[in-house]
């Protein structure tokens, strides 16, 4: 079941992180997200988890794709992908203590750098496609002994936010 969002709010050439205090990706840098409640859709999700975790109302997220996740080629969940833009004239000042963790501006060539192991191990393979590619993926990631093994980048044919479930890797 896909019971998660995220969303990896840009300004410029930077982008919003949370480091996290809580499992999972506790102690690394991470979009902004959480699980879907209840009765909620993807999307109205992301904007309450946003809301809740940053104060920033932003409703017009653009959906991305879905990030899947697979131990020993099982499918074990996943979650639905957003992006947002905040204007530039919109001051948001970090860094930010809230009760997940820290928000602050991260720039792309710091989070996307190979030598980088603060940031979630997926973030360095999906981020550039989920900020600017048009097109929809679904990254099915792949993991051994809790770590990222493998990455597929999967094209998907149509703009859905209730996708079926994948099939085994």
């Known amino acids: 079941m896909i019971d ?4 990896f709010i840009k300004q410029g050439s930077k982008v919003l992180l ?21 009765g909620e859709s993807p999307r109205e999700s992301m ?11 932003i409703p017009d997220v653009q959906f991305k794709g879905i990030e899947t996740w697979f131990v020993d080629q099982q499918f074990v969940g996943g ?15 970090t860094p930010v203590k809230i009760s997940e963790g820290i928000l602050d501006w991260k720039e792309l060539s710091w989070i996307t750098n190979p030598q980088n192991t603060g940031v979630a191990s997926d973030i ?18 792949s993991y051994s002994e809790g770590k ?3 990455h597929r980048l999967i094209g998907v044919d149509k703009p859905y ?3 079926e ?5």
């Open 47 to 57: 904007v309450r988890e946003i809301y809740e975790e940053t104060g920033l109302t």
């Open 124 to 141: 360095p393979l999906t981020l550039k496609h989920i900020l600017y590619d048009e097109e929809i993926y679904e990254h099915r990631c």
């Open 4 to 7: 998660f969002t995220v969303c």
């Open 165 to 169: 479930l994948p099939e085994r890797v």
């Open 161 to 163: 936010e209730l996708p």
């Open 148 to 150: 990222l093994v493998k």
């Open 79 to 93: 979650m639905y992908l957003y992006s947002a833009d905040l204007p530039d004239e919109h001051i948001y000042e």
């Open 18 to 38: 949370l480091n996290r205090e809580f499992p999972a990706w506790m102690g690394h840098w991470n979009g902004v997200g959480g699980k879907i409640e209840p």
